[in-house]
């Protein structure tokens, strides 16, 4: 189908922005639009976003805080609020000590 063709299409488009220099949100940005651009692709029977879940399975797309990109099938975890609230300021230097043996 078409649609399946676009999604593939998306998907490696934002394949080759997760070759830039810096790990960030561009190529997830790319397959995944914001609540604000809603199109009406995405309902039935074009189903556009269940066609974009399927293509982005196994890409890895999703930055992490390691600099690297994951595929949602790594066990990421997303936080609602910036990590360093969730980190208690006596553990920044374990934190810190832990994070660059990852670099």
Known sequence: ML??????LLVDCSIKLTKENKCNYDALKLVIPSITNNS??????????KAIEVSIGGTPIFPSINNKYLKLSDRIKFYELPIQNSI???A????????????
């Open 3 to 8: 649609l399946d063709k676009l999604a593939n």
């Open 88 to 90: 208690p300021k006596k």
């Open 40 to 49: 009406s692709l995405n309902n039935s029977p074009w189903n556009f976003n």
């Open 92 to 103: 920044y230097p374990l934190f810190n000590l832990l994070y660059n043996q990852l670099r």
